[in-house]
């Protein structure tokens, strides 16, 4: 598709703009748009890194949507084993050490909950023929978090149908065990 601006160039931008229900399209070339003003990108571009390393920025957004003072002085998370700083993970994308998941943590959930689409625990996959004992534990682990939710939202009737799985789960478990 050719620029509607220039009339030279492939259009590789594409807006679409709905005011009062009256649709329009415009297709323009990178350089018409940034002299229009549509785009307003520094001429280097972003790099796949740039990219990721904005997964990590969420800290400095606040829940309205607007960024804090960029030039407002923040202490530094420095990891005490190998000197690491959180703005050097930023960049880096990596740890240091160990003790780095110990230092960043509290900025680590945010993070890994975007990344992660919402999980914050990984569980990894267990093999099903030799995986009886896992499955078993994480279905219990599955039935107390549960229960613990319906306790907290006192459904006791529900939580106490939810103890009764966990205890014939229980019961099934250390039967299996015995005949082995």
Not at 73 to 81: A, H, I, N, T, Y
Not at 82 to 98: D, E, H, M, P
Request: aromatic fraction near 8%.
């Amino acid at each position: 598709m050719e620029c509607q601006e220039c009339h030279k160039r492939p259009a590789s931008l594409h807006f679409t703009q709905v005011v009062n229900g009256n649709k329009t399209e415009m297709h323009v070339c990178e350089v018409c748009a940034k002299k229009k003003g549509y785009m307003n990108y520094p001429e280097e571009g972003y790099s796949l890194h740039h990219l990721l390393s904005g997964l990590f920025n969420f800290d400095n957004q606040q829940l309205d949507g607007h960024q804090e003072d960029p030039f407002q002085k923040v202490e530094e998370l420095q990891c005490q084993k190998c000197k690491l700083t959180f703005n050097q993970f930023q960049r880096v994308g990596k740890f240091g050490c160990a003790s780095c998941y110990d230092t960043f943590s509290e900025k680590l959930d945010s993070i890994f909950r975007r990344v992660h689409s919402g999980n914050t625990k990984h569980y990894g996959k267990i093999p099903r023929r030799k995986g009886g004992d896992l499955h078993t534990k994480k279905q219990l682990e599955s039935y107390r978090d549960q229960m613990q939710q319906l306790i907290e939202k006192e459904a006791f009737e529900d939580a106490a149908k939810v103890r009764d799985k966990i205890k014939e789960l229980e019961r099934l478990n250390k039967k299996a065990g015995d005949d082995e």
